[in-house]
Structure formats: structure tokens, C-alpha cells
């Protein structure tokens, strides 16, 4: 061991980023609380079919991620519990549940093809008729 690492534990440059590591835990206690704000609301049924439809963990869909494909869920599951819901949520109430900004909301929400929600609201729907009948 070289003397100047004499009597340190770690390397300066291997010391973890205490930083990110409490992002990390609030991340994923924002994840938590979104996700049972959801069920509160009665949109699991939507998060789920989303999240499999695109082959995203239901973490990465609610999360902060910047990829392409955690973010196309977010912004349609958005656009699904927007247009599900029986008294069409504002943009100020969908940001509330899901901790974002309105503007996001809004922008995630017309970037969705109404085709695509249509066919998720469908989804939903005879899902939810299904398990009525079983």
C-alpha cells in the first residue's frame, strides 16, 4: 500500500455519492406514494396493462427515468387515467397525483395518439368486466 492511502479506508475516488443515494430513497418513496395514490383512485388496473404492454417494471413508469420507453408509459398512462376517469381529471389534479408539473401533464398527455388511449380505455374496460363476472 502506498503511503499516501496510509491509514484511509476508502480511496477518495471510490467514495460513494451520498447524494444520489438519497435521491434514490426519495425516488423510491415517491414511486411508492404515486403507486398507492393509483389504487386509491382505482387506476391499478390501468398502471398494470400499461406496464406490461410496454414491458416496463410499474417503478420505472412512475419514476424520473428519461428513457424512451419508461416515458412513453408515463405519458400514456397519463393520457389513460385522464381519459377514464368519469369526470376527465384537470391537468393541476393529474400533476397533484402524479408529483409532476401541469405542463408535463399536458405535453405527456396530447403526445399520446387518442387511438392509443381508446384502445388501453377498452382494454381497462373489459378487463374490469371480467373480473365483475368472475
Known amino acids: 500500500m502506498s503511503r499516501a492511502w496510509e491509514g484511509?479506508?476508502?480511496p477518495d475516488r471510490l467514495t460513494p455519492?451520498?447524494?444520489?443515494?438519497?435521491?434514490?430513497?426519495?425516488?423510491?418513496s415517491e414511486i411508492h406514494e404515486i403507486h398507492e395514490a393509483l389504487r386509491s383512485v382505482g387506476a391499478d388496473a390501468a398502471t398494470e396493462s400499461v406496464a406490461k404492454h410496454f414491458n416496463v417494471t410499474v417503478g420505472e413508469m412512475l419514476g424520473?427515468?428519461?428513457?424512451?420507453?419508461?416515458v412513453s408509459a408515463r405519458h400514456t398512462l397519463w393520457a389513460v387515467v385522464r381519459a377514464s376517469s368519469p369526470k376527465r381529471w384537470s391537468y393541476?389534479?393529474?400533476a397533484m397525483l402524479f408529483l409532476r408539473d401541469h405542463s408535463s401533464i399536458m405535453y405527456g398527455v396530447k403526445s399520446v395518439p387518442p387511438k392509443v388511449?381508446?384502445?388501453f380505455a377498452e382494454l381497462i374496460t373489459s378487463k374490469h368486466d371480467s373480473e365483475l363476472l368472475t
Open 117 to 119: 388511449v381508446a384502445m
Open 17 to 28: 455519492n451520498w447524494r444520489s443515494v438519497d435521491q434514490a430513497r426519495r425516488e423510491k
Open 64 to 70: 424520473r427515468s428519461r428513457l424512451t420507453v419508461p
Open 8 to 10: 484511509r479506508t476508502w
Open 92 to 94: 393541476p389534479r393529474l
